[in-house]
């Protein structure tokens, strides 16, 4: 049988990936956001790494321990890409049928390719996708695009400190069920940070350097960039294993909550 064409927008309550599934064998019996059996039709979110991380710490890389944390997201589909994939991992296809794209990169931001970029900003201020970036990723090709801005920290710091991460923002769904929690080792990224002016601030931080001294720095912030929701969290370094803490994943899952179109 021909699988029908639908013209859903991206973002729609169900997403186009389930339409043409629904569409197979289309009754006209539909609810939206339903797949024939009644069960929520799926959403995806897809993680996405350079892979880079080194293995004793990230035997799976970056986006396999975020993508991990996810798990407990129910009808959600976690799907894991990486730079070394076909088109980058993120073919036009894929980025269509994604309501939540997550990014960490460092050493190899330079060779996304700008037609990626492109595509990527465009699915979000149009289509509503959410994007998360993660730590390095405050100088990601799509991330800085969002933003508009040169992204930059004052500077950047493995010198021993740790971070107290604060909720600032209790009543934000990217807070919820979180508490302030410590980082017992962090890169620290100083203040200023060259970004527009955040509609939330969820997480606050307060780094403990070894001399005793103390210094403020976000670890949380939310923007609408278009439709589409950003999330940019500072912690994630690749040399401590922050990611795989429950409450950073805890996190992860509210966010990708947030950030995915209504
Ligand atoms: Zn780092």
């Known amino acids: 049988m021909r699988i029908m064409?639908?013209?859903?927008?991206?973002?729609?309550?169900?997403?186009?990936?389930?339409?043409?599934?629904?569409?197979?064998?289309?009754?006209?019996?539909?609810?939206?956001?339903?797949?024939?059996?009644?069960?929520?039709?799926?959403?995806?979110v897809v993680v996405w790494s350079e892979r880079t991380a080194p293995k004793?710490?990230?035997?799976?890389?970056?986006?396999?321990?975020?993508?991990?944390?996810?798990?407990?997201?129910?009808?959600?589909?976690?799907?894991?890409?990486?730079?070394?994939?076909?088109?980058?991992g993120?073919?036009?296809?894929?980025?269509?049928?994604?309501?939540?794209?997550?990014?960490?990169?460092?050493?190899r931001h330079g060779e996304v390719k700008d037609a990626l970029v492109e595509?990527?900003?465009?699915?979000?201020?149009?289509?509503?996708?959410?994007?998360?970036?993660?730590?390095?990723?405050?100088?990601?090709?799509?991330?800085?695009?969002?933003?508009?801005?040169?992204?930059?920290?004052?500077?950047?710091?493995?010198?021993?400190?740790?971070?107290?991460v604060i909720v600032k923002e209790p009543n934000h769904p990217i807070a919820k069920g979180v508490k302030d929690f410590n980082l017992p080792q962090t890169e620290r990224y100083g203040e200023p940070y060259k970004v527009p002016t955040p509609e939330a601030v969820v997480f606050d931080g307060i780094y403990n350097r070894p001399d005793g001294t103390h210094e403020p720095s976000r670890q949380g912030l939310c923007w609408t960039v278009g439709k589409g929701k950003v999330f940019y969290f500072q912690p994630g370094h690749e040399t401590f294993p922050d990611l795989f803490r429950p409450e950073v994943q805890l996190i992860f899952r509210n966010a990708v909550a947030w950030a995915a179109p209504r």
């Not at 321990?65 to 990486?82: D, M, P, R, S, T």
């Open 56 to 88: 004793d710490v990230y035997p799976d890389d970056i986006n396999g321990a975020i993508a991990k944390g996810l798990e407990g997201l129910e009808n959600w589909e976690v799907i894991k890409k990486n730079l070394d994939d076909p088109e980058q």
């Open 5 to 44: 064409k639908c013209n859903i927008p991206a973002g729609s309550l169900f997403s186009r990936r389930s339409a043409l599934k629904i569409g197979a064998v289309l009754t006209g019996s539909l609810v939206a956001g339903f797949d024939l059996a009644g069960a929520p039709a799926k959403r995806r």
């Open 90 to 107: 993120v073919s036009e296809e894929l980025l269509s049928q994604t309501d939540v794209l997550i990014w960490w990169g460092h050493k």
């Open 119 to 164: 595509r990527i900003v465009k699915r979000v201020k149009e289509g509503g996708m959410g994007f998360i970036s993660v730590h390095s990723s405050h100088f990601a090709k799509p991330y800085k695009k969002l933003m508009g801005t040169a992204c930059s920290w004052s500077e950047y710091k493995v010198d021993g400190s740790s971070v107290q």
